[in-house]
């Protein structure tokens, strides 16, 4: 997958929107980020995913998913190495974070 596959699949989902934050391209809807591409460099993107759909995304292509340094990755922030995963894998994850922002329901660990 390259960067421009993963910008085209993340604007794909209705009203989602590219901007920028801290240098790097991100994906948003109603102004909330659910993607990222150029963490932690141009061969990365992120998605922000519940702990549970990290860990199911991690367990499923372990070599494509990773969570993100810090607590950022311990809340879900979830690392897509981009030449590790295919469309195909990649499509439901971004739906997955998009869905959580559309849905107001994105569940935090305390």
Do not use: I, L, N
């Given at each position: 997958m390259t960067?421009?596959?993963?910008r085209r699949l993340a604007l794909d989902l209705p009203e989602v929107e590219e901007n920028v934050h801290q240098s790097h391209p991100d994906f948003r809807l109603r102004n909330k980020i659910?993607?990222?591409l150029g963490y932690p460099d141009a061969l990365h993107g992120m998605v922000k995913l519940t702990t549970e759909q990290q860990a199911q995304a991690m367990a499923a292509a372990p070599d494509a998913f990773r969570?993100?340094?810090g607590a950022w990755g311990?809340?879900?922030?979830?690392v897509v190495v981009l030449s590790?995963?295919?469309?195909?894998?990649l499509k439901p994850i971004l739906r997955q974070a998009y869905e959580a922002i559309r849905q107001d329901r994105l569940i935090r660990p305390r």
């Open positions: 960067a421009d596959q993963f659910f993607a990222t969570p993100a340094a311990r809340k879900g922030s979830t590790r995963v295919t469309a195909k894998e």
